[in-house]
Structure formats: structure tokens, C-alpha cells
Nanobody, 131 residues
Framework: VQLVESGGGLVQAGGSLRLSCEAS????????LGWFRQAPGKEREGLSC????????TYADSVKGRFTISSDKAKNTVYLQMNNLRPEDTARYYC?????????????????????????WGKGTLVTVSS
């Protein structure tokens, strides 16, 4: 199982970025893939999650209305579209997957969980938002 994030970079406040998470090696058609971030000196926090088979999505309050998660099953890729970015969105962004309990997982991600129950993690992509 491998997850590879891309799409991070430097953007001005109010701008947009689209992060990608390419997944490989999954045998289950139905699993949860979540996006997390960790800013310097802060704990990792859950942002958004999608159940790949069902397409169900969840969002933390901190990003609801600004971020959109989606998936392209043909490309085995999950996206996080981030709009109206703020300096406080500056962080390393990670995607992670969980296969046993996708519904519970996506619920907890939306509560801002730190993702301790996730099975696999990518290495992250850095997002910097300048003011």
C-alpha cells in the first residue's frame, strides 16, 4: 500500500490549491481516505475524508465550505481542492487510508482526529499561504 501526495506550494491568502493523493496497492474497493495537516508546533488535525466505494464525504468545521474532497477511481487518486486559503492553513498536508471501518474513520476525521487509527500514510506535501 502506497500513498503519494502532490500539489502543495506557495500561494497568497485568498488563493487556491488542489492537492492530490495517488493510492496504490489497495485490494478493498471500499476504504476511507482522509486528509490531515500538521502545522509547526501544532498537533496533526483531520480535515476531510471520503469513503472511496460509497463516495461519502465528511469535513471538519475548520475547512467546511472552503475545501472539497473528491476521488477519481480510474486514476486511484483523491483530491483536496482548497479555496480561499488563509495564512493559518500553512502546514504539511498528509493523506492517509483506513480499510476496516471507513464510516467510523470518516466520522472521526471530521471531528478533527489526529488519525491514530489510520493504516497507511503518505509523506506529505507542504502548503504555505502568505499574507
Amino acid at each position: 500500500v502506497q500513498l503519494v501526495e502532490s500539489g502543495g506550494g506557495l500561494v497568497q491568502a485568498g488563493g487556491s490549491l488542489r492537492l492530490s493523493c495517488e493510492a496504490s496497492g489497495f485490494s478493498d474497493a471500499d476504504y476511507a481516505l482522509g486528509w490531515f495537516r500538521q502545522a509547526p508546533g501544532k498537533e496533526r488535525e483531520g480535515l476531510s475524508c471520503i469513503i472511496i466505494g460509497a463516495g461519502t464525504t465528511t469535513y471538519a468545521d475548520s475547512v467546511k465550505g472552503r475545501f472539497t474532497i473528491s476521488s477519481d477511481k480510474a486514476k486511484n487518486t483523491v483530491y483536496l481542492q482548497m479555496n480561499n486559503l488563509r495564512p493559518e492553513d500553512t502546514a504539511r498536508y498528509y493523506c492517509a487510508a483506513e480499510t476496516l471501518s471507513p464510516q467510523i474513520t470518516c466520522h472521526t476525521v471530521a471531528q478533527g482526529s489526529r488519525g491514530f487509527g489510520m493504516d497507511s500514510w503518505g509523506k506529505g506535501t507542504l502548503v504555505t499561504v502568505s499574507s
